[in-house]
């Protein structure tokens, strides 16, 4: 697709349900980013993937979060035992080099953990 | 001292007045700078970026970088309602990882 694809756009789960967040990014962009963004704050860096590697995951919170980017292409972002204050917006970006170059945002998936 | 800090909003301009918006940075080896923007409960979407000291004008945009400083600001001219929105700093770090201001709300009046 012309841009970075997201799904799902919107989901509610449980306290304690685990979810998983996909992330479709710019046909033949190296980089991959996830950022999470609370109400009324700038998005915060989680991890990034160059190619199927995993170079920086210090933004994950805690050991519930786990990333994935097995074939350097489509990344999936799970939550385990999701907790209240995991309700954000979860925004991937992708960027066509390594670090450094400009970052392309996909809509975000709006996670509410009831 | 936060990494990146931005001047607090909202900033109320009236159309076709200079929308002037600051950020400073705390990591001196962040090597460029991107501007975004983000309508509300839309994804950011990127306006700008800057890797030199120096002004980068594009269209009604222009980005000013003072390294020495850790200073980077946009400006807005001829500003329209449609450029309402929040408005979001990010310096790149060495790490690759984009490190966001809080944002400044820009609101233009008719």
């Known amino acids: 697709g012309a841009g970075v694809s997201q799904s799902p756009r919107y989901k509610v789960a449980k306290r304690g349900q685990d979810v998983a967040l996909r992330c479709d990014p710019i046909s033949g962009h190296v980089s991959l980013f996830w950022y999470q963004q609370a109400l009324g704050q700038g998005p915060e860096f989680l991890t990034y993937f160059q190619n199927e590697a995993q170079l920086d995951k210090s933004g994950l919170p805690s050991d519930r979060f786990f990333a994935e980017r097995p074939e350097g292409s489509v990344s999936t972002l799970k939550i385990q035992r999701t907790q209240q204050e995991d309700s954000a917006v979860y925004l991937c970006?992708?960027?066509?080099?390594?670090?450094?170059?400009?970052?392309?945002f996909g809509d975000g998936t709006r996670l509410s953990i009831l | 001292q936060k990494e990146v800090e931005q001047n607090s909003g909202p900033l109320s301009v009236p159309e076709g007045a200079i929308a002037s918006l600051n950020c400073t940075y705390s990591d001196r080896g962040s090597q460029s700078f991107f501007w975004y923007r983000q309508y509300s409960g839309k994804s950011p979407e990127l306006i700008m970026f800057i890797y030199s000291n120096g002004d980068k004008e594009d269209g009604r945009f222009t980005a000013q970088l003072n390294k020495a400083s850790q200073y980077v600001s946009l400006l807005i001219r001829d500003s329209q309602p449609s450029d309402s929105a929040t408005y979001l700093c990010a310096p790149n770090n060495q790490g690759g990882k984009l490190i966001f201001g809080q944002g400044t709300e820009l609101s233009v009046k008719p």
């Open positions: 970006a992708s960027s066509l080099g390594g670090r450094g170059g400009p970052q392309h």
